[in-house]
């Protein structure tokens, strides 16, 4: 199936915690993203990576460290996890022409 | 900076009623707009996709339009069923920006 997979679909952890989400899409666009979607299910922006660049990296504490290994990866990394942290983080990709495709998202609850 | 609103915030209607989503944004200088669905719990799926060049989209019983002047969508769904019951974002890209700016969403239930 062509789309946006990304690991796990729930991430339960304590305070302190380092935790990692996998993203990898086959669709073969050049454009990645990280968007967190909070309580109030508001979706915003976190970092976009164009053929693995940086492109976008809004105001987004530097806990958070996206890694691009390839156009077809991205993965995002949380240091020192905080309650204020819980909420669904979705991966994305898109292609001029076709539009955003979103991941099925993951639930982090930071306990 | 993009800002996207939609209205209503929720609605609820009988099945079989049509449905009419409300979209606005700020800046008409938009790339593409977008429309998703969302049930609860789960992500988002790709409805219609309007360019900026286009007017309108249809799929099915969906039909979407766009006035990029006024910086407007509408979404319409017909013939609403149980099954339509989710919440419906509306998105917008800029020309050389790779981001979305989502709006808040609107709820719809369609009762049986």
């Known amino acids: 199936d062509t789309a946006v997979s990304q690991t796990p679909k729930y991430l339960v952890t304590q305070m302190g915690n380092d935790k990692s989400i996998k993203c990898e899409q086959n669709l073969g666009h050049d454009t990645m993203y990280w968007y967190k979607q909070d309580s109030k299910k508001f979706l915003k922006i976190m970092f976009s990576?164009?053929?693995?660049?940086?492109?976008i990296n809004e105001t987004v504490p530097n806990r958070f460290s996206p890694k691009s290994p390839d156009k077809a990866h991205l993965n995002l990394h949380i240091n020192s996890l905080e309650l204020g942290d819980s909420a669904v983080y979705f991966c994305a990709s898109s292609q001029e022409s076709s539009g955003y495709t979103f991941g099925s998202g993951t639930r982090l609850t930071v306990v | 900076k993009q800002e996207v609103t939609q209205i209503p915030a929720a609605l609820s209607v009988p099945e079989g009623e049509n449905l009419v989503l409300n979209c606005s944004f700020t800046d008409s200088a938009i790339y593409n707009l977008q429309w998703f669905r969302q049930d609860p719990g789960k992500g988002l799926t790709s409805l219609l996709l309007?360019?900026?060049?286009?007017r309108e989209q249809t799929s099915g019983r969906l039909n979407a339009s766009l006035d990029k002047s006024s910086g407007r969508s509408t979404l319409y769904i017909a013939a609403s069923q149980p099954g339509d019951s989710a919440t419906y974002l509306c998105?917008?890209?800029?020309?050389?920006?790779?981001?979305?700016?989502f709006g808040a969403g609107t709820t719809v239930t369609v009762r049986a």
């Open positions: 309007i360019q900026s060049s286009q």
């Open positions: 998105a917008v890209s800029r020309y050389n920006d790779y981001k979305l700016s």
């Open positions: 990576y164009n053929n693995k660049e940086l492109i």
